[in-house]
């Protein structure tokens, strides 16, 4: 199983990211896809998760900004991030059934 995450940067206060993790070598319409981060010094935390059913979940702190979505014909899920705030900053991790992990890509939010 390979996951590629993409679409990270840095960006002012109040902009807006969309990040990207392609899955291979597995059957992606069956398994719950989630995000994760990790700021330094910190534990990595959940962000948002998608279920096979399309059903999401978000982490307190990024509900109303944030929006996971998946094209399975494509083995994709994707993180919209708007209304960034510094402490967003962090790197994202995609994930398969918290089993799987992607490299990370680092997200930075900063004037």
């Known amino acids: 199983v390979q996951l590629v995450e993409s679409g990270g940067g840095l960006v002012q206060p109040g902009g807006s990211l969309r990040l990207s993790c392609a899955a291979s070598?597995?059957?992606?319409?069956?398994?719950?896809m989630g995000w994760y981060r990790q700021a330094p010094g910190k534990q990595r935390d959940l962000v948002a998760t998608?279920?096979?059913?399309?059903?999401?979940n978000y982490a307190d702190s990024v509900k109303g900004r944030f929006t996971i979505s998946r094209d399975n014909a494509k083995n994709t899920v994707y993180l919209q991030m708007n209304s960034l705030k510094p402490e967003d900053t962090a790197v994202y991790y995609c994930?398969?059934?918290?089993?799987?992990w992607g490299q990370g890509t680092q997200v930075t939010v900063s004037s």
């Open positions: 994930t398969i059934n918290s089993h799987y």
């Open positions: 998608i279920t096979s059913g399309y059903t999401t």
């Open positions: 070598r597995i059957t992606f319409s069956r398994y719950v």
